[in-house]
């Protein structure tokens, strides 16, 4: 017996609005976070952002057993690590909790873009879904080089070159230049406004610029083929 339209176009309809809804909170983020004053909103909103990646991503890997544990715990030290830098504690215990919460950071969305490529690479059929859910990745992915960045600048304030220094910078707004500087890198554009110094951190832009050009070209291959094949069928 046949299902009704009006059944699966809803249920996919369901569907296809996790990977909108998440695309869309991710991209609210990058734009507001640099615009909120207060600290502690911006750090609910990224643990916001975060449970919702969580949560998406272990909808889309039912699969998953261990590292569901393991994506739980790590969101755990990264909410504990950004409760505790938003509280009066002294700078010492501050700069711990700080980088608690921002090495937590990336495990975190390396299982997040991993768990969405997955569920991609397992997609039979172009769709909606499919393409939000490239796009997603695509943000993670500049997201977790810039936490990558924001380490570096962390160990080394003179490993990057900004218009501001580093020193005269409040943590989320040298968070939203790094992630700037990551996506620019990424997209390969290349503005020159903000440039790696150290050897160190010149290796890991370009490491981000290959891998934003390999994930186009591997991203346009398998839509290329899902497409030839729904085609065909």
Known sequence: MRRPLSGVGESDLRQEWRFLQLTLFIAAWMLLSPLIPDRWLVQVFLQAFLLNSVLVTLWANPQWSGARRVAAALWCVSLAGSLLAVLPLPDRWLRWARLAGEVSLLPLLAMLAVGIL????????????????????????????????????????????????????????????????????????????????????????????????????????????????????
Do not use: C, N, W
């Open 118 to 233: 997955g569920f991609i690479f397992r997609g039979k059929r172009l769709s909606i879904d499919g393409i939000l859910a490239t796009v997603a990745v695509y943000l993670i992915v500049a997201l977790m080089f810039a936490q990558f960045y924001v380490l570096v600048l962390a160990a080394d304030p003179t490993s990057f070159s900004l218009p501001i220094p580093a020193a005269e910078r409040s943590p989320q707004l040298l968070q939203s230049d790094m992630l700037y500087f990551s996506l620019v890198t990424l997209a390969t554009v290349g503005y020159g406004d903000i440039l790696p110094h150290t050897e160190f951190a010149r290796m890991l832009a370009m490491l981000e610029a290959v891998v934003g050009q390999f994930y186009v070209a591997v991203v346009v291959a398998v839509f290329v083929g899902m497409y030839t094949a729904q085609s065909r069928d």
